[in-house]
């Protein structure tokens, strides 16, 4: 597909003259303000350049995807009962009626695998979904203030064991544990990342804690991909993931010179996460086999978490250690003449890997004005290498799956595994990981901000309409699933049609009637973007940059996607008991518990019910409760035509 044969001359021009685009004077910034902000570890050892380290005592290896990991073991022993007392306080503060929390937990707090398990899951949408994702994840959060306030969610992400997210939804989550699981309160009080006022393509605002020039933050792309395509450690191959990820890691790390170091799996040393306060982080990638250029259904889903990167799928069927893929394995083994080479897993590279379809912002930077030619040439020079058809790639070269699983393993005769978006495949919430029979999780709340309904002659959609959901649903159906079930799930009609695009609502509530498979699939409490206070129906691509208070009005709307409004909503009064409904469901099932009436009526009103709707009339929500001013007179957002341009290079795409 080539995404730019639809951007003419004059949509370029148009975009460069955007006012959105300022032009700005290379300068030198004062000195940033000490500042003693917590942070993941530079493990890596040599910045963005991956080097040879010393070997741990056990050689790293692929192993079998037959299992989890024993870290993710041995960690869950400690996560699970971590779970245990923030679980008990929210669902007393959920209060459903006949329900004793407390008798319940007690009688199971000895054996966890009793009680419920809980995953959360960010769709994908660029900084749309980085935002509503954002508001969704404060709203669970017990450190948000007032979050646990008559009617609110506080307490559900301290109950959670997985978090996990792609794309857009993978930066908002990617940069809340980069930053020592803070919170999203912290950091938009706080003020210095997440600076989306300044696009990719002008770098951080001097002034902030980042202290290079915009002529500096260019160079510094380019100088640290250089570095890793010099790494004698090497080869290693950049792709226009490598530069649009160190841009990334500028929005979203707080480290002054973009955080080189910063690893993915160096989130295995956080002290929230190790000590198991914190849940797992997930990233989610999906595989696009060397030639193709569609990613489908079948394609194999990759993921990412602090131990390890590989597939539960029936083709790689396989995980490697993360912090070591920058190693020459081959046939599942690192031959004792190859050394341990660790800085591979660079978090903005990371995340740039899930958000890949982000790289075509990337091809058009000749239109901007004062963009070097340093980068110019280097993005040309990648161009050149891998063509303009692949430029989403994130190039995984070496490929640690080389001669793993021949027989099934796509890949598994190339030394270069090549990795996209995570939305690509239609799936844009990220439930691969957290359906996983091993991981028996018992709820998911599915935060959908993907960007699906269509409306003839108005461009100001990007509503979701369940389409991540059937996306799923339909690889259920497939091989490539190895029979992990799932709920049963509508059509896109039905969605609109009963407006479960428009509040929350639960799939699978019958954990007897759902696809073939050996496990009981979680319940899935799908809440979809909708606007509250602020048209949070943004464009992916036709908005990249948000004022301070933009950004807020996002991340607040977000707050009431989630917590309908802290319950005030229409027919809304028992959401939290409701929720609570959600986690013990499967729980209750388990334990051969007798369901609550207050239960019954939460499921009567949320789960879908097997009613199918063949037509929709088209989806045009309005506001829920009066717009926050922003002060900067946005309206319903009318995407420009860069973004127009873009929307129409990419169908087919558009849903992320
Ligand atoms: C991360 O936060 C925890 C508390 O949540 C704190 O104990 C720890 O020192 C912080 N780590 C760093 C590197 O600042
Ligand atoms: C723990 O709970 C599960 C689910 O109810 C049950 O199958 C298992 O037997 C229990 N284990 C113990 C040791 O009680
Ligand atoms: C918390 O709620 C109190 C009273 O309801 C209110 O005065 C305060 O502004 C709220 N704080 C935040 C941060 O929303
Ligand atoms: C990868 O890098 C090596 C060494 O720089 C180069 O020879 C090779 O052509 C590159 N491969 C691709 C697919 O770009
Ligand atoms: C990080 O944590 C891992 C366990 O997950 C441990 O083996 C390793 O030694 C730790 N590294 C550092 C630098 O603390
Ligand atoms: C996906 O399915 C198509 C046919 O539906 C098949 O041609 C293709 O080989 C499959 N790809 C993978 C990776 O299994
Ligand atoms: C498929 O799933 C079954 C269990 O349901 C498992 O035994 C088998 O190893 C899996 N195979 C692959 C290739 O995923
Ligand atoms: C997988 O393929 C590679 C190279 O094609 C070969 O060296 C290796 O022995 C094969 N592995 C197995 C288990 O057949
Ligand atoms: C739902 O979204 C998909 C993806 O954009 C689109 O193809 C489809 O037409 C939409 N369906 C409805 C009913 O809105
Ligand atoms: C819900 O509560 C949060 C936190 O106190 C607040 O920011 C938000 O504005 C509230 N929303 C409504 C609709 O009251
Ligand atoms: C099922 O849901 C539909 C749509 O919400 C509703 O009209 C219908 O009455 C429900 N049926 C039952 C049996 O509850
Ligand atoms: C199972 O669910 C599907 C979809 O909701 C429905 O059509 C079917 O009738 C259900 N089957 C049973 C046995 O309840």
Same mark, same amino acid.
């Given at each position: 597909m080539k995404y730019f044969s639809f951007l003419t001359a004059s949509a370029l021009t148009s975009l460069a003259s955007s006012s959105a685009i300022v032009s700005r004077e290379a300068r030198v910034a004062p000195p940033p303000e000490v500042e003693s902000w917590k942070r993941a570890t530079p493990q890596a050892p040599n910045g963005y350049a991956p080097a040879v380290v010393n070997c741990p005592s056990t050689r790293p290896s692929i192993r079998s995807a037959d299992r989890l990991s024993q870290q993710e073991t041995e960690w869950l022993q400690k996560r699970r009962p971590a779970t245990v007392d923030p679980m008990r306080e929210f669902l007393v503060r959920a209060d459903i009626a006949g329900f004793d929390v407390g008798k319940y937990i007690d009688n199971h707090k000895d054996n966890t695998t009793a009680l419920p398990n809980v995953a959360l899951a960010f769709s994908g949408g660029g900084y749309r979904a980085l935002l509503n994702g954002a508001g969704a994840l404060a709203a669970f959060d017990n450190r948000t203030p007032n979050a646990t306030n008559t009617g609110q969610l506080g307490g559900l992400l301290q109950a959670s064991t997985y978090v996990a997210a792609l794309s857009g939804g993978g930066w908002m989550v990617g940069s809340i544990y980069a930053n020592n699981f803070t919170t999203v309160h912290d950091l938009i009080n706080k003020n210095e990342i997440w600076q989306f006022q300044n696009s990719l393509f002008e770098g951080p605002p001097t002034n902030q804690i980042q202290v290079l020039s915009t002529a500096d933050y260019f160079k510094n792309l380019v100088d640290t991909v250089t570095s890793k395509m010099d790494s004698p450690a090497g080869p290693f191959n950049a792709s226009i993931t490598d530069y649009y990820g160190r841009g990334l890691s500028f929005q979203l790390i707080d480290a002054s010179d973009g955080a080189p170091s910063f690893t993915f799996s160096s989130i295995q040393n956080d002290t929230d996460f190790s000590s198991g306060n914190a849940p797992m982080p997930i990233l989610v990638a999906d595989e696009r086999s060397p030639n193709d250029i569609i990613v489908s259904l079948n394609a194999t889903v990759f993921e990412f978490n602090p131990f390890e990167m590989g597939s539960f799928d029936p083709t790689t069927y396989g995980f490697a250690p993360l912090k070591y893929i920058g190693s020459n394995f081959s046939n599942g083994e690192l031959p004792q003449d190859q050394g341990c080479v660790a800085g591979f897993d660079n978090l903005g590279f990371v995340m740039g890997t899930s958000s890949s379809l982000f790289n075509q912002i990337f091809l058009s930077l000749s239109s901007f004005k004062n963009i070097p030619s340093i980068l110019l040439n280097a993005i040309s020079g990648v161009l050149a290498d891998i063509g303009k058809d692949k430029n989403d790639i994130a190039d995984y070269t070496p490929n640690p799956f080389l001669g793993y699983n021949n027989a099934t393993n796509p890949s598994a005769d190339n030394r270069r595994l090549t990795l996209v978006d995570g939305g690509e495949d239609l799936q844009n919430i990220p439930l691969n990981p957290v359906i996983?029979?091993?991981? @028996?999780?018992?709820?998911v709340f599915a935060v959908d901000s993907s960007a699906d309904t269509v409306v003839a002659d108005d461009p100001s959609q990007n509503w979701p309409n369940g389409t991540a959901m059937v996306a799923t649903y339909q690889r259920a159906n497939t091989d490539i699933m190895n029979k992990t079930s799932f709920p049963y799930v509508p059509g896109q009609d039905t969605f609109i049609a009963l407006g479960f695009n428009n509040r929350p609502a639960f799939f699978g509530c019958n954990s007897s009637n759902v696809t073939q498979g050996d496990n009981i699939p979680p319940l899935i409490v799908y809440i979809p973007n909708s606007p509250y206070v602020f048209?949070?129906? @943004?464009s992916t691509f036709g908005k990249l940059d948000y004022t301070i208070a933009e950004r807020n009005a996002m991340i607040e709307n977000g707050y009431d996607v989630a917590t309908q409004a802290n319950s005030t909503r229409e027919g809304a009064s028992n959401w939290p008991a409701c929720v609570g409904c959600a986690i013990i469901s499967r729980s209750l099932e388990r334990n051969g518990e007798s369901i609550p009436d207050a239960c019954q009526k939460c499921f009567t009103q949320y789960c879908w019910n097997g009613t199918i709707v063949e037509n929709s009339a088209p989806y045009t929500p309005e506001m829920i409760l009066a717009a926050v001013d922003t002060k900067s007179g946005v309206g319903k957002f009318v995407p420009n035509v860069f973004g127009l341009a873009l929307a129409a290079a990419v169908s087919g795409y558009l849903m992320i």
């Open positions: 996983q029979p091993m991981r @028996q999780v018992d709820v048209w949070s129906n @943004q």
